[in-house]
Nanobody, 122 residues
Framework: QVQLDESGGGLVQAGDSLRLSCLCS????MGWFRQAPGKEREFVGA????????HYANSVKGRFTISRDNSKMTVYLQMNSLRPEDTAVYYC???????????????????WGQGTQVTVSS
């Protein structure tokens, strides 16, 4: 059984930084998504198994960085220069195939975590 557990969410002020972690029971290609109230789930970024390839949404490019430490079975989402519009529940997800054109689609992923809340105040 595959398990994903996100942690690190919280309440921060605009301009602050936050690092989310996703502990995964197996090593997969990973993605981060977020969902704000009343909105669809939105792609944030993705990373391949080896950490050699990453892909980001334009809305976070240059502010967010995805990395991974396979020895710790953990994928990270470093979020800098946070904005109120970044407020959402953040989810990590796992997939067995890394296809750039598909990594931004929730249906491409096989497993999901329960999510962690990030709130950015202005």
């Amino acid at each position: 059984q595959v398990q994903l557990d996100e942690s690190g969410g919280g309440l921060v002020q605009a301009g602050d930084s936050l690092r989310l972690s996703c502990l995964c029971s197996h090593i997969y290609h990973m993605g981060w998504f977020r969902q704000a109230p009343g909105k669809e789930r939105e792609f944030v970024g993705a990373i391949n198994i080896h950490g050699s390839s990453t892909h980001y949404a334009n809305s976070v490019k240059g502010r967010f960085t995805i990395s991974r430490d396979n020895s710790k079975m953990t994928v990270y989402l470093q979020m800098n220069s946070l904005r109120p519009e970044d407020t959402a529940v953040y989810y990590c997800a796992a997939t067995t195939t890394f296809i750039i054109s598909a990594m931004n689609k929730p249906r491409h992923y096989d497993y999901w975590g329960q999510g962690t809340q990030v709130t950015v105040s202005s």
